[in-house]
């Protein structure tokens, strides 16, 4: 998955401009005590990132 597919899925789910607070502030312990943004900076790939966000805030599954 793209970067750009990535964040507008994001921006989809949560709205563009809650999106971003989320990827800053939301420590999530399914990314290691990361946030998005630390998890995709320090290498995880943006599906697995996607993947875990899914999860964890209970993305419909049409969004996935």
Do not use: I
Request: charged residues 25%.
């Amino acid at each position: 998955m793209r970067l750009t597919v990535f964040w507008q899925r994001m921006a989809d789910h949560f709205g563009s401009g809650y999106s971003e607070t989320f990827a800053r502030d939301h420590v999530m312990t399914e990314l290691g005590g990361l946030t998005v943004h630390e998890a995709l900076d320090s290498g995880w790939e943006a599906k697995d990132v996607w993947r875990v966000v899914c999860t964890v805030m209970n993305v419909p599954g049409e969004r996935h």
